[in-house]
C-alpha cells in the first residue's frame, strides 16, 4: 500500500512529513553505497506484500509472525470472506478496536466505589470509545473503498450485501436470544419490529431507542445509516482530495469538527446538555445516540483515510510523540470526568475527543513503526480486535448473569476481591465474545456471502484480504 513505502525499505523519511506517489518504489542502491539502516528485523509479509521492518525489541514477540498465518479469525484469509479490494490490513487500527471495545465493556461494568475517583471516572467515561468507533469505520471504509460510488452498479450492491453481511447476523443472533429471554420470563416485547430493523434509536423514547434488549445496539443503527450514506459521500470526499488536495481534507475535518462545536454550544446554552436521558429533548438524545451528529465523525475518519492514500507520512519519532500526547490528553481528560463545567457534558459525547481521536488514527496508520503502532500491531490485540464487535454486542446481555453491573458495584464493599472479580468478569466477556466471534459472527457471514453466490455471480465470494475487519 502506498503508505508503508517506509516499512518496505526499511528507513525513515528524511523530513517529518514525507507524500509518497501512488506506485512509487525506490530503487535499489547504487553499489558502493552505504546506507545507515537502524536494527530493524525485517521480515516477509504475506499482508503487506513486502518487507516490514520490526524493531529489534520485546513487542517483536507479541507481534503477528508475519511470515505465519495472522490471529485465528476475520483478520486471516482463510476466516470470513470479503469482497476484493487492493489495500492490506493497517494492523494498529485493528489492534485499538480492542482497546475501544474494552473501554466499554469497563464502563458498564464500573469500578467499586472504593476505587479512587480518577480511576472511576475513566471507567465511566468508556462510552467514549463509540465515537473511536465511528471515525475508525469512515477511516477504514474509504481506505477499502475510495473509489465507490452511487453509480458503481453490481460493486454497490455488493458493497450494501457486504455491509450486511458484517455486523447483522450476530445482531439479529443476540436479539433473538434477549427475545427468548423476554418471552421466558413474561416481559413484554417493547418495539421488536424497530430493533429488527435496527432503527430504535431514531426513537425520542429512551426505553426503545437505547434501553431495552440490548444497550449497545443502538450504536449498530447509527453504523447502518453511516453505510447507508457512504457511497453518497466517498465521491465527494474523493473529489476535494482531487480538487483541491490535503488542504481540501483538512477543511473538510475542521468544518464537522465545527459543527459538533456549535452543537455543544447551542445545547448548552439552550439548557439541553443536562437534561435527563429520558427527555427527546436532550443532549444524550440528540448529540451522543442520533445517527445525524456522527457523521461528523464518520467523515472527519473518511477524510484521514484519503490522506493516507495520498501518501502522507509521519516521520517515527514525530509520530511516537503524537501517539503519547494523544494518550496522555484522552486518559487525563476522562479521568477528571464530565462534571466541571455545564459543556462538558455534551463535549463528553463526542466533540471533546475529535481531534485527539483523529491524531491518533492518522499517527498510527502513518507510521507503522512508532512504538504505539506496534503495540496495538500486537499478537493479543489484534486477535481481540477481530472479535472486538462480538464482544461490543454480547458483554451487555451477560453482566446480569455474572452479577456485575456498575450500579451494583456502588454499594459492594472494599477489598481486593472486588476488584480481582472485575477483572474476571472483563476476561469472561472476553472468551464470550471470541466464542460468539468464531461460532456465530464469522460462519454466519461467510454462510450470507456464500447463499448469494449460488443464486447471483461465482465471482461475488473471493479470498479475502484482511482490511475488512476494521470496518
Known amino acids: ?79 470470513g470472506d470479503q469482497l476484493p479490494h487492493p489495500r492490506s490490513e493497517i494492523l494498529a487500527l485493528t489492534g485499538v478496536r480492542a482497546a ?28 467514549i470509545g463509540v465515537p473511536l468507533f465511528f471515525m475508525l469505520s469512515g477511516l477504514v471504509l474509504a481506505w477499502n473503498y475510495s473509489s465507490l460510488t452511487v453509480l458503481s452498479g453490481t460493486r454497490l450492491w455488493r458493497f450494501y450485501l457486504a455491509r450486511i453481511a458484517r455486523v447483522m447476523p450476530l445482531y439479529w443472533a443476540v436479539l433473538l436470544f434477549l427475545v427468548v429471554q423476554r418471552s421466558a420470563r413474561g416481559v413484554p416485547q417493547e418495539a421488536l419490529w424497530r430493533h429488527l430493523l435496527a432503527i430504535q434509536t431514531w426513537s425520542g423514547d429512551y426505553v426503545i431507542g437505547q434501553a431495552s434488549y440490548n444497550p449497545p445496539g443502538w450504536s449498530i443503527c447509527v453504523e447502518i445509516f453511516l453505510y447507508a450514506l457512504f457511497p453518497l459521500l466517498i465521491p465527494v470526499i474523493a473529489f476535494v482530495s482531487r480538487r483541491f488536495g490535503v488542504a481540501g481534507l483538512v477543511s473538510v475535518m475542521v468544518f464537522a469538527f465545527a459543527v459538533q462545536v456549535l452543537l455543544v454550544a447551542l445545547f448548552t446554552a439552550e439548557g439541553w446538555a443536562h437534561l435527563s436521558m429520558r427527555d427527546p429533548s436532550s443532549g444524550h438524545r440528540w448529540l451522543y445516540r442520533n445517527p445525524l451528529p456522527r457523521l461528523s465523525e464518520f467523515m472527519i475518519g473518511m477524510s484521514l483515510a484519503f490522506l493516507l492514500l495520498r501518501g502522507f507520512r509521519l516521520r517515527i519519532r514525530v509520530a511516537g510523540w ?61 486477535s481481540l ?75 461475488l465470494v473471493t479470498e479475502r484480504t484482511p482490511s475488512e475487519v476494521s470496518a
Open 1 to 79: 500500500m502506498s503508505v508503508t513505502d517506509e516499512s518496505r525499505s526499511g528507513h525513515a523519511p528524511s523530513g517529518a512529513f514525507r507524500r509518497v506517489r501512488p506506485g512509487h518504489r525506490s530503487g535499489p542502491a547504487r553499489s558502493g553505497t552505504v546506507l545507515r539502516v537502524p536494527p530493524f528485523e525485517v521480515a516477509k509479509s504475506p499482508v503487506a506484500g513486502g518487507t516490514v521492518p520490526r524493531p529489534a525489541t520485546w513487542l517483536n514477540r507479541l507481534r503477528p509472525r508475519l511470515s505465519g498465518s495472522l490471529p485465528q479469525g476475520i483478520a486471516s484469509p482463510q476466516h
Open 322 to 382: 503524537l501517539q503519547a500526547a494523544c494518550v496522555v490528553v484522552v486518559l487525563v481528560v476522562a479521568s477528571l470526568g464530565p462534571d466541571h463545567a455545564d459543556w462538558e457534558l455534551p463535549a463528553f459525547y463526542g466533540a471533546m475527543w475529535t481531534v485527539p481521536f483523529a491524531v491518533l488514527l492518522l499517527s498510527l496508520a502513518a507510521a507503522p513503526t512508532a512504538w504505539l503502532s506496534r503495540f496495538f500491531s500486537t499478537r493479543a490485540l489484534v
Open 100 to 127: 475501544a471495545a474494552l473501554a466499554v465493556v469497563v464502563h458498564h461494568i464500573g469500578l467499586p466505589a472504593s476505587a479512587p475517583e480518577p480511576l472511576r471516572n475513566l471507567a465511566a467515561s468508556g462510552y
Open 385 to 459: 480486535g477481530t472479535a472486538s464487535y462480538a464482544l461490543y454486542l454480547t458483554h451487555r446481555p451477560l453482566l446480569p448473569y455474572l452479577g456485575k453491573d456498575r450500579l451494583d458495584l456502588l454499594t459492594d464493599p472494599s477489598g481486593w476481591a472486588m476488584y480481582a472479580s472485575v477483572a474476571v468478569t472483563i476476561g469472561l466477556c472476553m472468551l464470550v465474545g471470541e466464542g460468539a466471534h468464531r461460532l456465530i459472527e464469522v460462519p454466519a457471514r461467510r454462510a450470507v456471502l456464500r447463499l448469494v453466490q449460488r443464486r447471483t455471480s461465482p465471482r
